[in-house]
């Protein structure tokens, strides 16, 4: 079992329809027919989503999504086309709205890996592939790969995993032309991103894109390159062999796994309440990324 502890209800603004509530966005659609994207500041960790939110994390996430978009927009574009709050929306979605275009969505997760970590190493340990692309033997937690390489997943329901499927499958799925644009984007922004966090003192291990079509236009949309859809680690930590200090959910994830919690994260029961120490570590780490990659204080 696993899910929400307890599903929100939708905030009501007038001209607006409320479409979906996800795992940290609730979307809605306006009368232009253009979507509205609002990032809350709920947590997700272990398929569940948590009782306790993490302050700022919404606004975090969105601000940090506009700050990667502008330096991936020759490469990409993007759906995002505005931040002026709708009319009637409650102020609380100040910086973490985002009024966007309606794309036909591809239904795949958009992976690029340019280290060896999770899922990819659970699978490369009993395969010696990832997503059935051969990798080189003796490889460990942490590996730097020999070059990037693109890993799609299926997309999931809340509460349920993304399942890791080969490019083959892929193009299967979306067809040839459309899987070969997707891997030769994907790699394309990983590229650029690797190369802008690296000269910030952030390792890109590893991150998940999605994409639609407006027409013939591939868009890049949702988030892009957030702790939450990446995996940053310090460049001066890292060391292959072991997991790597992370800006991300860490702390949360450690704290839900450990004997502190009393949580079985294998059983029935929906998490507990996190502790105001493990919010504040969390939101300082989220906070922390933000400011090393932009290089702009977090107010």
Known sequence: MSGFVEKPKPVEVPGL????????????RDENGHLIMVASDRMS???????????????????LSLWWFDRLADLVPHHVVSTELPAGAP?????RALVCRSLDMVPVECVARGYLTGSGLAEYRQTRTVCGLALPEGLVDGSELPSPIFTPATKAAVGEHDENVSYEETAR???????????QTTLAVYSRARDIARD????LADTKLEFGFEGEDLVLADE???PDSSRFWPVDTWQPG????????????????????????????????LPEEIVERTRAKYA?????LTGTPWA
């Open 224 to 226: 892009v390159l957030t």
């Open 17 to 28: 329809v409320h479409l979906h509530t996800g795992k940290v966005r609730d979307l809605y």
């Open 242 to 273: 072991r997991a790597q200090p992370s800006f991300d959910k860490q702390f949360v994830r450690d704290w839900l796994s450990s004997p502190e919690s009393g949580w079985d994260r294998h059983g029935e029961l929906p998490p507990p309440e």
């Open 200 to 203: 910030r003192g952030i390792l």
């Open 288 to 292: 922390e990324a933000y400011e090393r």
């Open 173 to 183: 799925q979306v067809g040839a032309e459309t899987a070969a644009r997707l891997r």
């Open 91 to 95: 102020a609380d979605w100040a910086g």
């Open 45 to 63: 960790a272990y398929d569940w989503v948590l009782p306790t939110e993490i302050p700022d994390k919404g606004r975090i996430l969105t601000q």
